[in-house]
């Protein structure tokens, strides 16, 4: 089946990758970065990426011909490690910080900035790289511990506890900071807050920026967090949180122990790959943050809005800057619906029917199933209202109490993740960040249910069991 493309799409599978909303320049960068020649193994591989948006609300996945994701894995376990990954992005973090903090573009001509503008976008695609690589790498330890636990009836606690790092997530390390002040002001209520909470603030600020229009946490937010926390108990939470975590690395330690060679460096890379990828995404949100007076920048030159520029391609940022025509109506149109896919060498783009066409072919229908099977990421039961989450659109709709219904969450999720009774995400991996922060905080989770944003509806009332891996429709909503 073709579409606007000289690929067959009839000859390859389609393997959900998570989605979200976001701006046309971040799923170029994502879907783009995958064509590079310097994607060794994604060539070896022959694996494609694609990308399905619709009024901003995108669904990525990836492109077989095979479901093999071992070729990471392999990698880097004859690395014996993820430490050669991790001193990339630090890298990469650091230039595009310095670049953004500096500066130096506010006095350049346009020609100056379109150069600026170009390097800005190719530095970003090289932020993104460690993405797909951690993805793999996930799928292949997912594959080798469900091998390794297959007969063993803890086979889901199993896997949980070796993805358990040594390291805190961004959001339980802000979470904990928070709790701390609050302990401290409670013991002396004559202390003032405001020095340490700005350092907070300035800490974690960007934590919950994302690939569209999420906005960085206010110091007023952090104010009102902090006078939430000091009306209940913050030394017993501190105290859960930590007895928690005590207990899951005893019980991972006890997995461990007696191991040997590649598989005791596949363990080690389950542990570091959680810690990393959130690490990753927490660099990822202070460029965003920090690039915002540079996208002003531009669209000010080229006399438009910020998100403008940010729906447009980095080729149509450069050539505006250098003095050709922008089609401002061409940028519009193009983002109602579009699909980016790309193999290695090989990218692409179809707009408009083609790309409708494209998502009816890949995305599933909705079905009767009433009774869906994912993998436990953090145990636990609940019964409530189904709130189905795809952007901060969505996040007013969810009260105390629901079950939240995701395709993935990010940092600016935890919020809406404390008042959730349960959570069921699509995306199902080790290190996604829904399976890494709802079993530090201790949120029943299922995850690995492909599609379920689609095959339930907001307001359905579901049972939530993470301790045996289901979820069951009850009733239907009215919505």
Same mark, same amino acid.
């Given at each position: 089946?073709?579409?606007?493309?000289?690929?067959?799409?009839?000859?390859?599978?389609?393997?959900?990758?998570?989605?979200?909303?976001?701006?046309?320049?971040?799923?170029?960068?994502?879907?783009?970065?995958?064509?590079?020649?310097?994607?060794?193994?994604?060539?070896?591989?022959?694996?494609?990426?694609?990308?399905?948006?619709?009024?901003?609300?995108?669904?990525?996945?990836?492109?077989?011909?095979?479901?093999?994701?071992?070729?990471?894995?392999?990698?880097?376990?004859?690395?014996?490690?993820?430490?050669?990954?991790?001193?990339?992005?630090?890298?990469?973090?650091?230039?595009?910080?310095?670049?953004?903090?500096?500066?130096?573009?506010?006095?350049?001509?346009?020609?100056?900035?379109?150069?600026?503008?170009?390097?800005?976008?190719?530095?970003?695609?090289?932020?993104?790289?460690?993405?797909?690589?951690?993805?793999?790498?996930?799928?292949?330890?997912?594959?080798?511990?469900?091998?390794?636990?297959?007969?063993?009836?803890?086979?889901?606690?199993?896997?949980?506890?070796?993805?358990?790092?040594?390291?805190?997530?961004?959001?339980?390390?802000?979470?904990?900071?928070?709790?701390?002040?609050?302990?401290?002001?409670?013991?002396?209520?004559?202390?003032?807050?405001?020095?340490?909470?700005?350092?907070?603030?300035?800490?974690?600020?960007?934590?919950?920026?994302?690939?569209?229009?999420?906005?960085?946490?206010?110091?007023?937010?952090?104010?009102?967090?902090?006078?939430?926390?000091?009306?209940?108990?913050?030394? =017993? /939470?501190?105290? $859960?949180?930590?007895?928690?975590?005590? %207990?899951?690395?005893? #019980?991972? +330690?006890?997995? @461990?122990?007696?191991?040997?060679?590649?598989?005791?460096?596949?363990?080690?890379?389950?542990?570091?790959?959680?810690?990393?990828?959130?690490?990753?995404?927490?660099?990822?949100?202070?460029?965003?943050?920090?690039?915002?007076?540079?996208?002003?920048?531009?669209?000010?030159?080229?006399?438009?809005?910020?998100?403008?520029?940010?729906?447009?391609?980095?080729?149509?940022?450069?050539?505006?800057?250098?003095?050709?025509?922008?089609?401002?109506?061409?940028?519009?149109?193009?983002?109602?619906?579009?699909?980016?896919?790309?193999?290695?060498?090989?990218?692409?783009?179809?707009?408009?029917?083609?790309? =409708? /066409?494209?998502? $009816?072919?890949?995305?599933?229908?909705? %079905?009767?199933?009433? #009774?869906? +099977?994912?993998? @436990?990421?953090?145990?636990?039961?609940?019964?409530?209202?189904?709130?189905?989450?795809?952007?901060?659109?969505?996040?007013?709709?969810?009260?105390?109490?629901?079950?939240?219904?995701?395709?993935?969450?990010?940092?600016?999720?935890?919020?809406?993740?404390?008042?959730?009774?349960?959570?069921?995400?699509?995306?199902?991996?080790?290190?996604?960040?829904?399976?890494?922060?709802?079993?530090?905080?201790?949120?029943?989770?299922?995850?690995?249910?492909?599609?379920?944003?689609?095959?339930?509806?907001?307001?359905?009332?579901?049972?939530?069991?993470?301790?045996?891996?289901?979820?069951?429709?009850?009733?239907?909503?009215?919505?």
């Amino acid at each position: 089946m073709k579409f606007q493309s000289t690929i067959d799409w009839s000859k390859y599978t389609f393997s959900p990758e998570g989605g979200r909303a976001a701006y046309f320049y971040w799923n170029y960068g994502i879907v783009h970065d995958h064509s590079h020649k310097k994607a060794l193994l994604n060539n070896a591989m022959g694996r494609g990426v694609i990308v399905i948006s619709k009024n901003h609300l995108s669904r990525w996945a990836y492109v077989l011909e095979s479901p093999d994701f071992s070729g990471y894995l392999k990698y880097y376990t004859k690395k014996k490690g993820l430490k050669e990954l991790k001193k990339e992005i630090v890298r990469v973090r650091k230039d595009l910080v310095q670049f953004l903090i500096q500066a130096k573009w506010k006095k350049s001509t346009d020609k100056e900035l379109a150069k600026k503008s170009a390097w800005f976008y190719d530095r970003l695609e090289d932020l993104v790289v460690p993405a797909p690589i951690m993805r793999q790498i996930d799928r292949g330890i997912m594959h080798v511990l469900q091998g390794w636990f297959a007969s063993n009836p803890r086979r889901d606690e199993n896997i949980r506890l070796l993805g358990v790092s040594k390291w805190l997530s961004v959001p339980v390390e802000e979470r904990l900071a928070l709790l701390r002040l609050a302990e401290k002001v409670k013991r002396n209520p004559k202390l003032s807050p405001n020095e340490e909470l700005k350092k907070i603030h300035e800490k974690f600020t960007w934590n919950t920026c994302g690939y569209y229009n999420e906005k960085p946490k206010s110091l007023k937010e952090y104010h009102m967090e902090l006078n939430e926390v000091m009306k209940r108990n913050p030394s =017993k /939470e501190i105290t $859960k949180i930590m007895a928690q975590r005590a %207990n899951d690395l005893v #019980e991972r +330690k006890k997995l @461990v122990d007696g191991l040997g060679g590649e598989d005791l460096i596949i363990t080690k890379i389950a542990g570091e790959a959680g810690y990393l990828k959130d690490y990753r995404k927490f660099s990822i949100n202070e460029v965003i943050y920090r690039a915002e007076p540079f996208f002003i920048e531009i669209a000010q030159r080229l006399k438009t809005t910020v998100p403008m520029i940010k729906d447009s391609h980095p080729q149509e940022v450069f050539n505006g800057l250098i003095g050709k025509k922008m089609n401002w109506k061409k940028v519009t149109m193009r983002n109602h619906q579009y699909v980016l896919y790309s193999f290695p060498c090989k990218f692409g783009m179809i707009v408009g029917k083609g790309a =409708k /066409e494209l998502e $009816k072919y890949i995305c599933v229908k909705k %079905n009767n199933e009433r #009774e869906w +099977k994912g993998r @436990v990421a953090s145990q636990g039961y609940a019964r409530g209202t189904a709130r189905v989450v795809l952007s901060q659109r969505d996040f007013s709709n969810v009260k105390k109490g629901d079950i939240l219904v995701v395709v993935n969450t990010g940092p600016d999720f935890v919020s809406l993740m404390k008042k959730a009774a349960a959570i069921v995400a699509e995306e199902g991996g080790l290190t996604a960040h829904v399976s890494v922060v709802s079993r530090e905080f201790g949120i029943p989770c299922i995850v690995g249910v492909e599609h379920i944003t689609q095959r339930l509806k907001d307001g359905d009332l579901i049972e939530v069991n993470a301790n045996n891996g289901t979820i069951k429709l009850v009733t239907r909503g009215s919505s």
